[in-house]
């Protein structure tokens, strides 16, 4: 059974940090690519950061400098390390997983920037 669950999110101040992590289980972790998704209330869901099989990272023009995405293959882990965060980062923050047509995504943790 595949899964992808994430953790760490929760309520933090303005110029804060917080660092995601996504286990996953079912599937061959070190294949896939794995990203970052989040999304706003209303809004569809935006890519943050990805990285790679091999470990090439990107990231969203909004978190460049500030956010950090890492894999352990070793704990079939994926992490979003957010520093500097601002009120305009509180969303729902999604763990996806992809290789070819496979497709799957974590059931989200909630990040709240607020003071």
């Known amino acids: 059974q595949v899964q992808l669950v994430e953790s760490g999110g929760g309520l933090v101040q303005p110029g804060g940090s917080l660092r995601l992590s996504c286990g996953a289980s079912?599937?061959?972790?070190?294949?896939?690519?794995m990203r970052w998704y989040r999304q706003f209330p209303g809004k569809q869901r935006e890519l943050v950061a990805g990285i790679t099989s091999g470990g090439r990272t990107n990231y969203g023009d909004s978190v460049k400098g500030r956010f950090t995405i890492s894999r352990d293959n070793a704990k079939s882990t994926v992490y979003l390390q957010m520093n500097d965060l601002k009120p305009e980062d509180t969303a729902v923050y999604y763990c996806?997983?992809?290789?070819?047509?496979?497709?799957?995504w974590g059931q989200g943790t909630q990040v709240t920037v607020s003071s």
């Open positions: 996806n997983g992809v290789l070819g047509n496979s497709d799957y």
């Open positions: 079912g599937f061959v972790f070190r294949l896939y690519d």
